[in-house]
């Protein structure tokens, strides 16, 4: 039996859409990848911003992803191979962290739910 995946997460698509929600464009998933990697094309911006409930849950899905890769990473490599590849998960987190700010600014009603979302992003702290 053949499951269908989605390319970007390889999840399966039927799992990504249960968890997106009806209604998102296909290719929504690349479009949030092409804005984490700073190389949008036309119209990414306005498919993100309108399924900006989407989006943001699609962040912290993705960050939920990169804290289960890190611990596996953890367990299975050692000395300068684990830190290596864990700096660079690291880095991603940061990264979609602040994405994730600036996209759920004015969306999520309450701050402090806010900050307990994306606690540890540089761009939060004091």
């Not at 399966?12 to 690349?30: E, K, Q, V």
């Not at 900006?52 to 992803?65: G, K, Q, V, Y």
């Not at 290596?84 to 009603?109: P, Q, W």
Request: charged share 25%; net charge negative.
């Amino acid at each position: 039996m053949s499951i269908e995946t989605n390319q970007q997460t390889g999840l399966p698509s039927s799992s990504l859409a249960a968890y997106l929600g009806t209604g998102i464009p296909d290719g929504f998933d690349a479009a949030v990848q092409r804005h984490l990697d700073e190389a949008l094309r036309p119209g990414d911006t306005e498919a993100l911003e309108a399924n900006r409930d989407a989006w943001i849950r699609f962040l912290l899905r993705s960050l939920d992803e990169i804290d289960i890769t890190i611990a596996d990473l953890q367990n299975r490599l050692r000395g300068t191979e684990r830190s290596m590849a864990i700096h660079d998960f690291e880095l991603e987190a940061s990264r979609n962290k602040a994405i994730l700010k600036r996209s759920a600014n004015g969306v999520v009603s309450c701050p402090r739910i806010l900050e307990a979302l994306i606690e540890d992003c540089p761009e939060t702290s004091p």
